[in-house]
T-cell receptor, first 114, second 113 residues
Framework: AQSVSQHNHHVILSEAASLELGCNYS??????LFWYVQYPGQHLQLLLK??????LVKGIKGFEAEFIKSKFSFNLRKPSVQWSDTAEYFC????????????FGGGTRVLVKP | DVKVTQSSRYLVKRTGEKVFLECVQD?????MFWYRQDPGLGLRLIYF???????EKGDIPEGYSVSREKKERFSLILESASTNQTSMYLC????????????FGPGTRLTVT
C-alpha cells in the first residue's frame, strides 16, 4: 500500500516570504498527484494536480508543484506568500490501478504573519 | 459547480448511541467516499462506494458501516459511538475517471461524550 509523508507539520512565515512544502510518497508504479488546501472554516479544495507531462504544474493562487519521479516527491511552492495563504495543505496520491482512492499525507499547517 | 453537502456541521452524541452522517452530491458522480480527519494524521479513508449498493472498506473501517441506496446519497453509520470516534468526518465524490480528483463536503465535526 502506498503512503504519503509531509515532513513539516507546522510552518510559520511572514508575508512575502517564499514557501516550500515537502511531499514524498512510497509507491513504485505510476501515480497521479494532488495538493489540496483547507482554508479556515472552508471545504477542502483542489490546489493543483499532476497526471502526466510537464513535471512542473501550476495551480490556483500562484502555487506550483514539481514532480521529481526519481525522488518520489511532489513539493509545493509559492514564491511570495500572503496572509490569505494561511491554511492547512495536504498532499495526496492516487496510484493508477487503485481506482479513485486517494492516500493523503498528514497535512501541513501554514501560518502567514502579516 | 460540484456540490457535496453534509447533513450537519456539528454533532454531539453520547457513547453507545447510533449515529448517522449523511452526504449528498449533485454531480451524478458514481464514486463516493467517507474520510475522517484528525490532526497530524491527515485524511484516512473509512469506506467508499463505486456504485449504488456497492461498498468497499477503506483503511480504517472498524466501528463504521455505510449505506448507499441512491446514487447521490452516501451515509456513514456509527453503530455504537465511542469517544475515539470523535473527529471531523469528510465526504467526497468523484467521477469514475481514473484521475482520482475528488470533491469534498464541508465536514461534520462529531463529538462523542
Amino acid at each position: 500500500a502506498q503512503s504519503v509523508s509531509q515532513h513539516n507539520h507546522h510552518v510559520i512565515l511572514s508575508e512575502a516570504a517564499s514557501l516550500e512544502l515537502g511531499c514524498n510518497y512510497s509507491y513504485g508504479g505510476t501515480v497521479n498527484l494532488f495538493w489540496y488546501v483547507q482554508y479556515p472554516g472552508q471545504h477542502l479544495q483542489l490546489l493543483l494536480k499532476y497526471f502526466s507531462g510537464d513535471p512542473l504544474v501550476k495551480g490556483i493562487k500562484g502555487f506550483e508543484a514539481e514532480f521529481i519521479k526519481s525522488k518520489f516527491s511532489f513539493n509545493l511552492r509559492k514564491p511570495s506568500v500572503q496572509w490569505s495563504d494561511t491554511a492547512e495543505y495536504f498532499c495526496a496520491v492516487n496510484a493508477r490501478g487503485a481506482g479513485n482512492k486517494l492516500t493523503f499525507g498528514g497535512g501541513t499547517r501554514v501560518l502567514v504573519k502579516p | 459547480d460540484v456540490k457535496v453537502t453534509q447533513s450537519s456541521r456539528y454533532l454531539v452524541k453520547r457513547t453507545g448511541e447510533k449515529v448517522f452522517l449523511e452526504c449528498v452530491q449533485d454531480m451524478d458522480h458514481e464514486n463516493m467516499f467517507w474520510y475522517r480527519q484528525d490532526p497530524g494524521l491527515g485524511l484516512r479513508l473509512i469506506y467508499f462506494s463505486y456504485d449504488v449498493k456497492m461498498k468497499e472498506k477503506g483503511d480504517i473501517p472498524e466501528g463504521y458501516s455505510v449505506s448507499r441506496e441512491k446514487k447521490e446519497r452516501f451515509s456513514l453509520i456509527l453503530e455504537s459511538a465511542s469517544t475515539n470516534q470523535t473527529s471531523m468526518y469528510l465526504c467526497a465524490s468523484s467521477s469514475p475517471d481514473w484521475r482520482g480528483e475528488q470533491y469534498f463536503g464541508p465536514g461534520t465535526r462529531l463529538t462523542v461524550t
